[in-house]
T-cell receptor, first 111, second 114 residues
Framework: DQQVKQNSPSLSVQEGRISILNCDYT??????FLWYKKYPAEGPTFLIS???IKDKNEDGRFTVFLNKSAKHLSLHIVPSQPGDSAVYFC??????????WGAGTKLIIKP | SQTIHQWPATLVQPVGSPLSLECTVE??????LYWYRQAAGRGLQLLFY??????ISSEVPQNLSASRPQDRQFILSSKKLLLSDSGFYLC?????????????FGDGTRLSIL
């Protein structure tokens, strides 16, 4: 049973446009969400996070939105750059459990 | 600054052979350490975590074991590898076990079992 789902295995976006990566979860007890970015042959690196007490967190070109009623979060990248091409993982957890990870979405930024 | 080293980067092993993957962290003391596995098309699955020397928690029953002989050393082992042990193994560290603490990953080991 996948508690964290990234339903799009891949996404292709034109350079300069907005990239929107989506993540859905089923466990209403999750209260913290993180996005990680992974390049080939490297480990994931932390990108941005959000607590369930917020509905938006912004860091430069990256913004994460949380819709608790829909159990949905999204990562927006504006504007998209070639270096953003990578696999993006969302992860969720609560104070009693380790992180549960999605399967990842491969983002391809086209020049 | 903190760094995490994980080796080897790739490994090909026959079924039934033993396994030892090593992970070391530099630049921090008493880190929380983690071993994950990523199967093809799946998310990261937590295998083991450790909050201190000799303290290992297992998240899933499996053919693998972990040990933490030193503060900044975490080892993943198996006595006899199975075909199902193939995958991408990642070591990570964090300051605490709280989910609000980002985990910092090594570059992973691609393990292929023949």
């Amino acid at each position: 049973d996948q508690q964290v789902k990234q339903n799009s295995p891949s996404l292709s976006v034109q350079e300069g446009r907005i990239s929107i990566l989506n993540c859905d979860y089923t466990n209403s007890m999750f209260d913290y969400f993180l996005w990680y970015k992974k390049y080939p042959a490297e480990g994931p690196t932390f990108l941005i996070s959000i607590s369930s007490i917020k509905d938006k967190n912004e860091d430069g070109r990256f913004t994460v939105f949380l819709n608790k009623s829909a159990k949905h979060l999204s990562l927006h990248i504006v504007p998209s750059q070639p270096g953003d091409s990578a696999v993006y993982f969302c992860a969720a957890g609560d104070s009693n459990y380790q992180l549960i990870w999605g399967a990842g979405t491969k983002l391809i930024i086209k020049p | 600054s903190q760094t995490i080293h994980q080796w080897p980067a790739t490994l090909v092993q026959p079924v039934g052979s033993p396994l030892s993957l090593e992970c070391t962290v530099e630049g921090t003391s008493n880190p929380n350490l983690y071993w994950y596995r990523q199967a093809a098309g799946r998310g990261l699955q937590l295998l083991f975590y450790s909050v201190g020397i000799g303290q290992i928690s297992s998240e899933v029953p499996q053919n693998l074991s972990a040990s933490r002989p030193q503060d900044r050393q975490f080892i993943l082992s198996s006595k006899k590898l199975l075909l199902s042990d193939s995958g991408f193994y990642l070591c990570a560290w964090s300051i605490t076990t709280g989910v609000d603490q980002p985990q910092h990953f090594g570059d992973g080991t691609r393990l292929s079992i023949l």
